[in-house]
Each structure stands twice: as structure tokens, then as C-alpha cells.
């Protein structure tokens, strides 16, 4: 089997056309939403991990720079890995009661815990 390239978001691999400029129309970046305005769900998934509990964070309003931010700052908050994605910040074990505890702490009022 050959090896087939990566497309781009917009489906675009090669252009003949010299001329051509990608222009992406769906890179609209959206501001962060206030912290006391931010509702986060936090709660537990195993669901395609390969049998390995996780703590999702999910409903985060912002930038993906400030999801990122927010993940890595709970992940050093438990001592644990994890990343962010899918519009997610995901910490590895079930953290749910530090992750909780630290966002009410750091201004995020409207976090529950599913």
C-alpha cells in the first residue's frame, strides 16, 4: 500500500494553479469567555482508552491557547498527565474531586462535578 498524503482542514493536497493562496475561512478565533461565566462539567470517561479512567473538562468558552493553559495547570495541580483536545482538557485518573476543588478556587464559580 502507498502511502497517502495528509489533507489540509479544507480538503486541499495540490495545487496546479501558481497563483493559488489557502485563505482559511473557518479560523475564526473566539475570545474567552470570563471566568465566573465559564459553566465546566467535570466528570470521569473510560469510553476508548483502552480500559484507562480519565477526568474530562468539558464546556470550556475560549481559545484553544486557554484551553491548553487550563489543562496544563490542572494536570500540575494533581501530579498527574493528560491534554487537551476536542474542545477538552483531559487529566489522567479519576481527579475529579482535586480538578473541582481547583477550579472553584481559581475563579471558575459555575464548575459541578457529573
Excluded: H
Excluded at 11 to 20: A, E, M, Q, R, W
Excluded at 86 to 102: F, M
Amino acid at each position: 500500500m502507498s502511502k497517502k498524503t495528509k489533507a489540509d482542514q479544507q480538503g486541499f493536497v495540490y495545487s496546479t494553479d501558481p497563483n493559488f493562496k489557502f485563505d482559511p475561512e473557518n479560523e475564526i478565533e473566539v475570545e474567552t469567555a470570563p471566568l465566573t461565566q465559564q459553566k465546566l462539567l467535570v466528570q470521569i470517561d473510560k469510553k476508548q482508552r483502552g480500559g484507562k479512567t480519565v477526568t474530562l473538562i468539558t464546556g470550556f468558552k475560549g481559545t484553544e491557547t486557554d484551553l491548553d493553559l487550563l489543562a496544563k495547570n490542572l494536570r500540575n495541580f494533581c501530579g498527574t498527565g493528560g491534554s487537551s483536545k476536542d474542545r477538552e482538557a483531559i487529566v489522567q485518573g479519576d481527579q475529579r474531586d482535586k480538578v473541582l476543588q481547583w477550579l472553584l478556587k481559581n475563579g471558575y464559580s459555575q464548575s459541578k462535578k457529573k
